[in-house]
């Protein structure tokens, strides 16, 4: 892995940090393969990302090749669904340490779960008008990975029922909707436990896409901290910069860091590698910083390469 010189803080200067701690391959919802997200950043100038892959590490090792041969630190992480307070929510493991412990079954957990979830979707999805629902999704997947709510939306489009995927998650996908079924994840405090366990940092990934007031917002920093969450999106794509603003005044109130990240999926979207929007000025540390993580990125006093 190459030597780094990550800011320690965040002086609000504008110009792009090259890190990309959210992105997705092949290996679960993305479009690209975890090899050609890799080039892709490295085209884009990047220095140091994620495969953040939903509920599984099976692309970490190809990423991994191809990161040493682009020269890009690469984090190996995965990006977990659980449940908190009857909402889906998103958790980002950062491992430094790559996936052991608690996390190991966790995600062959979080496999079979999503294999009861899709046949669940599939049903519901074809009373609405998508025959050979789970077909479809599988078809539009590609492969036997486990399916996610994308697979359905694609497969919505393609059989003509929706315009685009966006128009999929608010008619059929999203959060309320029939598609939403969320009872077989676990629960917030469990998943944020199974990243503890691996040596990994917690990060709440894009708090602010829940549709959740203010309130309720610092109720779920609550509980995530308490569950011994380390970190959250402080940027997550693009988003208001006076939302951004006082969603790191929610930071820095419960001692939680920041992270970034695009959430990448695929291309020709508005998000690509490396795309989202500056980050503020402000006192809450870069979630690089963790010593879990820190020791994997930074350069050492003595300036030998790390890793």
């Given at each position: 892995?190459?030597?780094?010189?990550?800011?320690?803080?965040?002086t609000?200067?504008?110009?792009?940090?090259?890190?990309?701690l959210?992105?997705?391959?092949?290996?679960?919802?993305?479009?690209?393969?975890?090899?050609?997200?890799?080039?892709?950043?490295?085209?884009?100038?990047?220095?140091?990302?994620?495969?953040?892959?939903?509920?599984?590490?099976?692309?970490?090792?190809?990423?991994?090749?191809a990161?040493?041969?682009?020269?890009?630190?690469?984090?190996?992480g995965?990006?977990?669904?659980?449940?908190?307070?009857?909402?889906?929510?998103h958790v980002?493991g950062?491992?430094?340490?790559?996936?052991?412990?608690a996390?190991?079954?966790?995600?062959?957990t979080?496999?079979?779960?999503?294999?009861r979830?899709?046949?669940?979707?599939?049903?519901?999805?074809?009373?609405?008008g998508?025959?050979d629902?789970?077909?479809?999704?599988?078809?539009?997947?590609?492969?036997?990975?486990?399916?996610?709510?994308?697979?359905?939306?694609?497969?919505?489009?393609?059989?003509?029922?929706v315009?685009?995927?966006?128009?999929?998650?608010?008619?059929?996908?999203?959060?309320?909707?029939?598609?939403?079924?969320?009872?077989?994840?676990?629960a917030?405090?469990?998943?944020?436990?199974?990243?503890l366990?691996?040596?990994g940092?917690?990060?709440?990934?894009?708090?602010?896409?829940?549709?959740?007031t203010?309130?309720?917002?610092?109720?779920?920093?609550?509980?995530?901290?308490?569950?011994?969450?380390?970190?959250?999106?402080?940027?997550?794509g693009?988003?208001?910069?006076?939302?951004?603003?006082?969603?790191?005044r929610?930071?820095?109130?419960?001692?939680?860091l920041?992270?970034?990240?695009?959430?990448?999926?695929?291309?020709?979207?508005?998000?690509?590698?490396?795309?989202?929007?500056a980050?503020?000025?402000?006192?809450?540390?870069?979630?690089?910083?963790?010593?879990?993580?820190?020791?994997?990125?930074?350069p050492?006093?003595?300036q030998?390469?790390?890793?």
């Amino acid at each position: 892995m190459p030597m780094l010189e990550l800011p320690a803080r965040f002086t609000g200067d504008p110009a792009p940090l090259g890190i990309d701690l959210h992105m997705h391959s092949t290996a679960s919802d993305g479009a690209l393969s975890p090899a050609a997200v890799v080039a892709l950043c490295a085209s884009r100038g990047l220095s140091v990302m994620a495969l953040t892959d939903h509920d599984t590490v099976a692309g970490i090792d190809e990423a991994q090749r191809a990161a040493d041969e682009h020269g890009i630190a690469l984090l190996p992480g995965t990006e977990l669904s659980t449940r908190w307070s009857g909402i889906n929510i998103h958790v980002v493991g950062l491992l430094p340490q790559g996936a052991q412990g608690a996390l190991v079954p966790g995600l062959e957990t979080q496999a079979e779960a999503r294999e009861r979830r899709a046949e669940v979707i599939a049903a519901r999805l074809e009373k609405v008008g998508l025959a050979d629902a789970l077909a479809r999704a599988r078809e539009q997947a590609g492969s036997s990975r486990p399916l996610g709510r994308p697979d359905f939306a694609r497969a919505l489009v393609a059989a003509g029922l929706v315009t685009d995927i966006g128009q999929a998650f608010r008619k059929h996908l999203g959060n309320g909707k029939a598609g939403d079924v969320k009872a077989h994840w676990p629960a917030l405090d469990e998943a944020v436990g199974w990243i503890l366990d691996a040596g990994g940092v917690a990060v709440l990934a894009h708090p602010l896409r829940h549709g959740l007031t203010r309130r309720k917002r610092g109720l779920l920093l609550d509980a995530f901290a308490a569950a011994g969450g380390q970190a959250a999106e402080l940027i997550s794509g693009f988003q208001n910069p006076d939302v951004t603003r006082d969603l790191a005044r929610q930071l820095d109130e419960r001692g939680l860091l920041a992270s970034l990240g695009s959430d990448f999926h695929f291309p020709g979207g508005h998000l690509a590698p490396g795309s989202m929007s500056a980050v503020p000025r402000t006192a809450v540390p870069p979630v690089w910083t963790h010593p879990r993580l820190a020791s994997r990125l930074q350069p050492s006093r003595s300036q030998c390469p790390v890793l």
